[in-house]
């Protein structure tokens, strides 16, 4: 099953899955996820310039050995009426 662009996902591992990138409010380069970016804006942070920030989930988990992470490749939702 393939993800939604900026879909936030709960994840038992150890790791960050490949497309995915943990949900810990750092900073990202608008030019490199311009898709995101549209999707996300500066609601979490950063000068809509040149950054954006990813949600900050940390110590939100239901459980320490989880983590939400955000999927960074994936289809883009459309938006219905």
């Not at 879909?7 to 810990?24: K, N, R, T």
């Not at 804006?41 to 310039?49: A, I, Y």
Request: with cysteine; glycine share 12%; net charge neutral.
């Amino acid at each position: 099953m393939q993800s939604f662009l900026g879909q936030i996902e709960l994840f038992p591992y150890s790791f960050v899955p490949h497309g995915w990138l943990a949900c810990a409010g750092q900073l990202m380069p608008i030019n490199q996820y311009t898709a995101l970016f549209s999707l996300l804006g500066t609601n979490f942070g950063g000068d809509g310039r040149s950054t954006f920030a990813l949600p900050n989930l940390h110590g939100k988990e239901p459980a320490p050995s989880l983590q939400y992470c955000i999927a960074i490749n994936g289809v883009f939702p459309s938006r219905t009426a």
